[in-house]
């Protein structure tokens, strides 16, 4: 699939992005371990379709620090900032005959990605205008963040929610604030995870 067209507000929510997620990596030590990945992932999408593999080029971010590809070896990023009205709700209430709504778009993109990344699992962090951000994960993240810290009662709020791809397939997704699953998720649980699939 062609990648999205990136909205003129996208840079500078790629940088924040970035620099969050180094943060809470680090522990507020570092803010430079993430960072966009060139030319936004295009790079590895064009030579991926000739079965060619770009490490650390997939996505909308990389490591720029080897510390943090623990994270990026079990998750494929793809940010996104503004592009109109979209919502979830959109999977829900659109018309059968309707055009391939904006998140389908923003999974399908991720999820390709994320194939070709080899990574575990495709993620979406996005933010609507005058909104806040916002991840999106697929149900199995979840179910083994459940197993592994238990109950969510620090989260507030969060979405879970499924659709039939044009494809067929089926997706199941949970979404939260970005702040919230942050405040939950702590980043030893990727260098953990990815120590016991090797080890399967």
Partial sequence: MARTKRSPKGSPFERETCKTLSLWWTDCERDD????????????TVRGRKGTATFGGYGDVCAV??????????????????????SVMDMLDANETAAVQPFEKFFTQVNDDNTLAGSKWPVIIARRDR????ITIPRNMYQELYCYYGNTKRIQRHIAFRWRLKEGDLAEMCMFRLKDWLDWVDPGFFSKYMTRCSND
């Fill in 33 to 44: 371990i993430y960072w966009r990945t060139s030319g936004s992932g295009a790079r590895a």
């Fill in 65 to 86: 620090d080897p510390l943090g590809q623990p994270l990026l070896d079990c998750c494929t990023f793809e940010l996104k900032r503004g592009y109109g009205k979209w």
């Fill in 131 to 134: 909104r806040c951000a916002t």
